[in-house]
Structures are given as structure tokens and as C-alpha cells.
């Protein structure tokens, strides 16, 4: 959409028109969604955090600033409300729900075939990206997940741009690095199972 | 001749360049540089193929990254928590409302046009009311406050200026008409800084009444510098020059200390004055000179 088009639908929505509104709803939420949950890692509490950010977000429609993208402003607002959260219930990894949301638009049987695929790439996803230091985690989630460019995401962190590229480096390698270590450990893990004629539970 | 392919010696810097290599190649990518990338790729791989892998490693994990979950729609439930802060119109109302605001601000710009034709056409017409309005009568009664705490702070500085007694002895001289020069100064010699007179009014006052000089000393003052017309008695001449105790007054703020002679007792020592034949004397420096009197007769100083 491009950004004339986005601020008319703003202007609407400011006036009070509810199909505008909805619209911004529809056109921001999956990717506010997806962002949230990679940070906190609960899709309860990104849930949580999408309706408190949209509901002040449009409510306050009239102190939108048109210079500014408005899933810019959406997304600084969801991260203080985030933080915010965060500050009152530490967040702790929860895949399992989060695997519980993934097909929730599909039939059954692709639901289930969709969490056999991908439910242990995941879980490391998961568990790496909670291990990463919450600057390094939010700046590859909005460069690798989001699109965004450098220059917007150190203006949404306040940070300077080299700043910004160098957790954004740190933060691959070492994304990267976990991931590799948790398959290692799966494999070491998996290997004893599969050994013949050793008893399961001297293992266990 | 080393082989370009054989890989670093050093682990630690190999897989430091691989890590970079690896960054400046998605670098790239994101910013769309891919043939550049890809150049960079190939010349690090014939140097260390464990770049390739580490590579391949970061981009799967990213590409996880980007296999977003799916949200559930939450526009129902956000849009009923707006509409209970803030409701919706509907589009007739939205029209409504625009019309108004349009009506409003064509009106407003029609009364400024008006205001400004009439204010054009004729200037003396009285557009505005002169009332005193409230804001009005409240810059007033500020104003008056001010005025009472500048006279106030005036009538505080002129009883300060009432308490500093002036050097009498050189406003006497100068009255007698010996204005002080400045001796020439020569080394040690400290005479040009003391004073002529070693008397002051508090000397006048505490000295015992039977040696009589110092009820003289108002009279030679009296008689040196009578009272000016319109000016006070006890009051400083016009030409005084203002004390060095407060040199931003005016000279004709300044005043002695009270005079202890009341006026029937001034009246009466000018008509001794007068009967002894008193002259004005040139210079007063003996507190103890007594007009008439031998010398050699002065009483001996307490």
C-alpha cells in the first residue's frame, strides 16, 4: 500500500469511520502479531500487546504524525507496551502455544502436518532467539522478519546505525551459532534411542 | 607458493573472517547488491569453503525467522474496545460533521473580512468595547500595586537617607569659603589625608556644658552657613555635595543629625553673636576656641 493511500485510510479512520479503521486492522496485525510473539515468545501475551497497541494507536489517530510510516508508529507503540508488560509479567518460552496458533487458519490434518514439520526448527528457532539479548533479538527480528531498513529500525531503537549493524551481526552469527548447538544436542540425544539391544531407560 | 584455497592457519581468524565475510554477503543481499554479494562469496570460498556452510547455517535460521506464525483476527475485539473509547460514525454523521466545520470556518473567515472592511472603510468605528473587562481591571490593580511598592521602596530609602549625618566639618569649610586643595603629597608626610577638624556633632553633644565650646561650635555653624530660604533647618546647602555614605542621593535629601538648639536658643546665641561682635572665624579646628577670649585663658582640654 503505498503511503498516500495509507494516510487517507488514517485520515478516515480519524474521522471515525469504521471500515477504515478495520482496515488498518487487517492490513497490520499479522506482521505486529509475528513480531510480538518472536519477542516475547507467548502468544498470549502478544495477543495481549497487538489490542492494547491498536486500541491506542486508534484512539489517538489524530497525533499521527504524517511524515512517519504508520506501521512505524504502530510498532513504536507495541514495543513500549511491550516493555511495558514485561516490566509487570517477565515472559517466559512457551512453543507449544505458539505451535498452537501456527495453523489455526488451517484444516485439522494440515495443522498437524505443519506442527510435525516444523515444531523442532521452532522450538530452536524459539530457544535461540530468547537466549539473544533483547537489543540483538528485537533488531533481527525487524531486519530479517520485518524488511526493515537499517535507518528505520535505528530510529525505532533510538540507536545509531552502526549500533544497529553490529547487533544486527553479532546477533546472526550468534543466532546461528545457537541453533547448530541445540541440533547437536538433539542428535547426541537421539542417538542412544536408536542404539540396538540397549534398554531405553538406561539412557532415560 | 601457498595454494589461495588452502585454509587459515589460525582458526580463530578464520572463523572471524568467515563471520564477517558472511555479514558483508547478506548485507548485500538486503540491500540489494546481489552480484557484488555473490563476487565477494566466490573470491572468500576459493580462500576458506567453511564460509559457504557457516552461510548456509545463518540463512536457514533466518529463514525460519521469516515462517511467521499466524495471527488470529483480532480486528472484532479491537474495534469494540475503540468504539467504547471513542464511537464511530457513520458516514451521514461524518458528512454532517464535515459540513459544519465548514459552515463554522466559512463564518469565522466572513467576520474577519467584515472586521477588516469595516476597520478599512471606517476607522473610527467602534468595533470593540472599552469596557474594563475582567483581564483589563486585573492589569490595572497590578499596575497600582507597583506603583504602591515603588512608593513605599522611595519612602525606605529616603528615611535611610535621613539617618546619614554628613561630614559637617567639610561642609562648614566649604561654606566659609575655604574650599580644602589638595596639599602636594611628599613622602611621609600624611597631612593632605587628615581632616581639619577633629570634632563631630556627637563631640558637640557629649562634651560637659560648663567648658561651653561646644554650644559654640552650632553657633559658628549657624553663623557660617545660615539657613537658606525654603530649605529646612539643619538641612544641607544646595551646593553640598552628597555624602560618601550615599552618593546616589541628591543633595537635597541629605540632612544633619537633629540640631539640638531649639530655635528660641538659635535666636538667642545669633543676638549674642551679634552683641560680643563675633565674626565668622577662618578656620575651626580648636573645639575649645572661645570668640573674645584670650588665648591664654583658654580652659586646659579634659
Known amino acids: ?204 | 607458493m601457498t595454494d589461495p584455497r588452502t585454509p587459515s592457519p589460525d582458526p580463530g581468524r578464520s572463523r572471524a573472517d568467515a563471520e564477517r565475510i558472511v555479514n558483508e554477503v547478506l548485507d548485500a543481499r538486503a540491500a540489494g547488491a546481489e552480484i557484488s554479494a555473490l563476487e565477494t562469496l566466490h573470491d572468500a570460498a576459493r580462500r576458506d569453503p567453511s564460509v559457504l556452510s557457516l552461510l548456509r547455517d545463518v540463512e536457514e535460521s533466518l529463514h525460519a525467522l521469516r515462517r511467521t506464525p499466524r495471527a488470529a483476527d483480532l480486528s472484532r475485539p479491537i474495534l469494540a474496545r475503540v468504539a467504547r473509547r471513542r464511537p464511530f460514525l457513520a458516514r451521514r454523521a461524518r458528512r454532517r460533521i464535515s459540513a459544519t466545520r465548514i459552515a463554522l470556518a466559512c463564518g469565522a473567515l466572513a467576520t474577519l473580512a467584515l472586521v477588516a472592511l469595516v476597520q478599512r472603510f471606517a476607522p473610527d468605528a467602534p468595533l470593540f468595547p472599552q469596557e474594563p473587562r475582567p483581564v483589563s481591571s486585573l492589569v490595572e490593580a497590578s499596575r497600582a500595586d507597583a506603583a504602591e511598592s515603588v512608593r513605599q521602596i522611595a519612602s525606605a530609602v529616603g528615611s535611610l537617607g535621613s539617618g546619614v549625618v554628613s561630614p559637617v566639618g567639610e561642609v562648614s569649610a566649604r561654606a566659609a569659603g575655604h574650599p580644602r586643595r589638595p596639599a602636594p603629597l611628599s613622602l611621609g608626610n600624611t597631612t593632605a589625608y587628615d581632616s581639619p577638624l577633629n570634632w563631630t556633632p556627637t563631640a558637640i553633644t557629649s562634651a560637659p556644658h560648663h567648658h561651653r565650646g561646644p554650644f559654640l561650635a552650632p553657633r559658628s555653624l549657624l553663623a557660617a552657613a545660615p539657613p537658606q530660604d525654603g530649605a529646612l533647618a539643619g538641612s544641607l546647602p544646595a551646593q553640598a555635595r552628597p555624602s560618601l555614605l550615599a552618593p546616589t542621593l541628591s543633595a537635597a535629601s541629605l540632612q544633619f543629625a537633629p540640631d539640638p538648639l531649639s530655635d528660641g536658643m538659635r535666636r538667642t546665641l545669633l543676638a549674642e553673636d551679634e552683641a560680643f561682635g563675633f565674626r565668622s572665624p577662618t578656620s575651626i579646628s580648636d573645639p575649645f576656641w572661645i570668640p573674645g577670649l584670650d588665648p591664654a585663658r583658654r580652659p586646659a582640654r579634659p
Open chain 1, 1 to 204: 500500500m503505498s503511503r498516500s493511500a495509507e494516510h487517507t485510510l488514517v485520515r478516515r479512520a480519524a474521522a471515525g469511520d469504521r471500515a477504515a479503521a478495520n482496515q488498518l486492522i487487517r492490513l497490520h496485525q499479522a506482521s505486529l502479531y509475528a513480531y510480538l510473539v518472536r519477542m516475547c515468545g507467548r502468544p498470549d501475551t502478544a495477543e495481549d500487546v497487538v489490542q492494547e497497541a491498536f486500541v491506542r494507536v486508534l484512539t489517538n489517530l489524530d497525533r499521527f504524525d504524517p511524515r512517519f510510516r504508520f506501521s512505524t508508529w504502530l510498532f513504536t507503540i507495541a514495543r513500549r507496551v511491550f516493555l511495558n508488560m514485561c516490566e509487570k509479567r517477565r515472559p517466559a518460552s512457551d512453543s507449544d502455544r505458539v505451535d498452537a496458533w501456527q495453523g489455526s487458519g488451517d484444516s485439522p490434518a494440515q495443522r498437524a502436518q505443519d506442527r510435525d514439520a516444523n515444531r523442532a526448527d521452532r522450538d530452536e528457532l524459539q530457544a535461540a532467539l530468547d537466549h539473544l539479548p533483547e537489543d540483538q533479538r528485537e533488531i533481527v527480528i525487524l531486519f530479517h522478519q520485518q524488511d526493515w531498513p537499517i535507518a528505520i529500525i535505528a530510529a525505532h531503537m533510538g540507536m545509531p546505525e552502526g549500533t544497529i549493524k553490529s547487533h544486527l551481526h553479532r546477533g546472526r552469527i550468534r543466532l546461528r551459532d545457537l541453533i547448530v548447538k541445540a541440533r547437536e544436542q538433539r542428535a547426541r540425544a537421539a542417538e542412544p534411542a536408536a542404539t540396538p539391544g540397549i534398554p531405553q531407560e538406561v539412557w532415560s
